[in-house]
C-alpha cells in the first residue's frame, strides 16, 4: 500500500468532523467530551483553534503556557470561548485544510489530533463510526510518535494488534482489538479499554488509568 498524503487525509477527517457537528443540538454542544473538563465545544474548536494563529502568536502561546501542552492549549482556546456554535461551525469549515502549526509533519500533527479528538466527541455522545483505513493506519502509525501525545510511553513492552485493519506494531505482551480503541487507549482514554484484549492489557491499563 502506498503511503497516503497525509494532508489529503486530515483535511477528509476534517469535513467528516464537520458535518458531524452541524448535526450537533444545543445540549450535544454543552456535553462532557472524553477530554477532562472540556465540552463537546471546546474539543471542536481545539482542533483547528492553532490554524490561523501567526508564527509570533503561536511562540507567544507557547510562552505564556510555560511550553505545557495542556497549559498551551488553554491559551489558545481561550481566544475562542465567546464563539458561539455557529461560529464554530464556520470556525472549522474555513479551516478544513490545515495550515500554520496544525500543518506540521506533512499533515500528521492536523490528521493525529483531529482523528483523537473527533472520537473524543463522538464516543462521549455515543455515536460511534468506521474510520477509513487509509485514515486510521497513518494516525496509528504517527500517535505512537507524536511528542505531545502519551501513546509511545503507554505502549512500551506491548505489541499492538488491531483485529479490524492490516495493523501491528510494537514488541511484548499482546494487546489487541479494534484499531480505533488501540488508538483511543494508548493515546489515554480509559474509555477504549473494554473493547481490547490480551496479556498485555492490564500494563495498559495500569498506565492510563
Not at 464537520?18 to 445540549?27: G, I, N, S, Y
Not at 514488541?171 to 479494534?178: A, H, I, K, R, T
Amino acid at each position: 500500500m502506498s503511503k497516503p498524503n497525509l494532508m489529503s487525509v486530515a483535511e477528509e477527517e476534517r469535513a467528516d468532523l464537520l458535518a458531524l457537528l452541524r448535526e450537533l443540538t444545543a445540549a450535544q454542544w454543552e456535553a462532557q467530551s472524553l477530554c477532562a473538563g472540556w465540552r463537546v465545544r471546546d474539543v471542536a474548536t481545539h482542533v483547528v483553534s492553532y490554524d490561523e494563529l501567526s508564527r509570533t502568536q503561536t511562540v507567544g502561546a507557547f510562552a505564556r503556557g510555560g511550553l505545557r501542552p495542556s497549559k498551551v492549549n488553554e491559551v489558545v482556546l481561550a481566544r475562542y470561548r465567546q464563539l458561539d456554535a455557529d461560529q464554530i461551525i464556520d470556525l472549522v469549515a474555513r479551516n478544513r485544510r490545515p495550515r500554520g502549526l496544525s500543518a506540521g509533519f506533512k499533515g500528521g500533527i492536523a490528521l493525529t489530533d483531529g482523528t483523537i479528538h473527533h472520537q473524543d466527541i463522538r464516543r462521549a455522545l455515543g455515536q460511534p463510526r468506521v474510520i477509513p483505513e487509509h485514515r486510521l493506519v497513518p494516525v496509528l502509525d504517527f500517535s505512537l510518535s507524536a511528542p505531545t501525545l502519551p501513546s509511545k510511553n503507554n505502549s512500551r513492552g506491548l505489541r499492538l494488534i488491531a483485529t479490524d485493519v492490516d495493523w501491528t506494531r510494537g514488541e511484548g505482551l499482546d494487546v489487541c482489538g479494534p484499531g480505533e480503541a488501540l488508538l483511543m487507549a494508548v493515546a489515554g482514554r480509559v474509555d477504549a479499554l473494554d473493547e481490547l484484549g490480551g496479556e498485555g492489557l492490564p500494563t495498559l491499563s495500569g498506565r492510563i488509568r
